[in-house]
């Protein structure tokens, strides 16, 4: 298969957990006989200080003519620490998704067993855990209307949403269930607002035409205890944009690194993927970020274009280095190793799944495997 992918490193340790991301396709490349070509531009904070413009009109076009996109991070310490910035990072993510029209954030959240005791919860609780988030992405209140008055002191953030922006991302969310454990729990915060209160007669009248799967309601706060006190009574999770971004971040706990956890925002025509964690910029140039994440991306990648022998190439090298302990500080506090060495040994481990390898374990000392 030829694809075109854009490469939006962005800020932080973006650069460097997504060349671990392009160093797997291209492993996955040469193992599984595709072409892929990567084109490269800038967004966030870096392409404020060069372009004046956290999206520049010439990442927007790449973007549109790719077949995908691949985000690393965004984000920068310079502009969260004032708060009258007028221009910041975040705006050009946020841009991006609305012109891409990437209106569902999809984020799977699941225990890997070999990290289980790196998780601050208890075993018995966090066990069997696997679930995935649908989250709205290109409403609701980031994107509504905002004022502040002359003197500074009153502030309001519109939070609108309306049946055709709820229903889209509503069925995906219900086909995924169906091809899960059918079960869906819309969160929401019906008791109180109004737009939840849409989300909710919305979604319980698709529900109709989805008479396998079993759809409960939870209200936010409820779900934030329940995420933390049962997590494997979920299976898809559909909420607004808001609860999503709240919801997903608490989701990363249970795994025990936010450096653990993809996303894939698609939309009719586009698709973007990037982990979830932020710029983590007091790690930028140490070598030190966790790539799994920017990596598990990749995979969803994959998936997308139904290339599924190939991320679960992906991924299998992934439990491998899990496995081996062949992984970053923030998973091991003693680990050696470093985003580069866990990102070469990854994609030196991505093989066809009638292949017969055998790991040499002596050099994995060295950051590095020998198959044999």
């Not at 601050?120 to 066990?127: G, N, T, Y």
């Not at 989250?135 to 209307?145: A, D, K, M, P």
């Not at 009153?154 to 995924?176: G, P, Q, T």
């Not at 140039?285 to 995979?299: V, Y």
Request: proline residues 4%.
């Amino acid at each position: 298969m030829n694809l075109n992918i854009a490469l939006l490193p962005g800020d932080g340790v973006g650069p460097e957990v997504l060349k671990q991301a392009v160093k797997c396709l291209q492993a996955v490349e040469e193992t599984f006989n595709h072409n892929f070509t990567y084109k490269e531009a800038l967004v966030g904070a870096i392409a404020i200080h060069k372009k004046g413009n956290p999206l520049p009109d010439a990442t927007l076009k790449l973007c549109k003519e790719a077949d995908a996109v691949l985000f690393g991070a965004i984000g920068d310490p310079k502009y969260d620490n004032d708060p009258n910035s007028k221009i910041r990072p975040e705006q050009g993510l946020l841009a991006l998704r609305k012109e891409l029209g990437l209106f569902a954030n999809i984020r799977p959240v699941q225990i890997f067993p070999t990290l289980i005791d790196n998780s601050p919860l208890k075993k018995d609780i966090i066990a069997g855990t696997d679930f995935t988030i649908y989250r709205e992405l290109t409403g609701g209140i980031y994107f509504g209307e905002k004022k502040l008055n002359d003197e500074g002191t009153v502030a309001s953030d519109l939070c609108e949403y309306s049946e055709k922006e709820i229903s889209r991302i509503a069925h995906l969310a219900f086909k995924a269930a169906k091809n899960r454990k059918n079960k869906l729990t819309l969160i929401d915060k019906a008791n109180v607002l109004e737009s939840s209160r849409l989300w909710r007669k919305v979604v319980a009248k698709i529900g109709e035409s989805y008479p396998d799967v079993a759809l409960d309601f939870l209200f936010v706060d409820n779900a934030a205890m329940q995420i933390i006190l049962n997590p494997s009574q979920f299976d898809v999770i559909l909420t607004e944009n808001m609860f999503g971004d709240i919801i997903s971040d608490e989701g990363s706990v249970i795994g025990g690194s936010i450096g653990l956890l993809a996303s894939a925002s698609v939309g009719s025509e586009s698709a973007m993927f990037e982990p979830i964690h932020g710029s983590y910029p007091q790690a930028k140039g140490k070598d030190i970020a966790n790539p799994i994440a920017s990596i598990l991306s990749a995979a969803m990648f994959l998936e997308h274009f139904k290339l599924f022998e190939e991320a679960m190439a992906v991924r299998e090298a992934v439990g491998k280095s899990l496995k081996k302990g062949i992984v970053t500080p923030d998973l091991d506090a003693s680990s050696k190793y470093g985003t580069n060495q866990v990102g070469d040994f990854i994609a030196d481990n991505i093989v066809d799944s009638e292949d017969d390898i055998n790991i040499n374990d002596e050099n994995i000392d060295l950051g590095k495997s020998t198959i044999i």
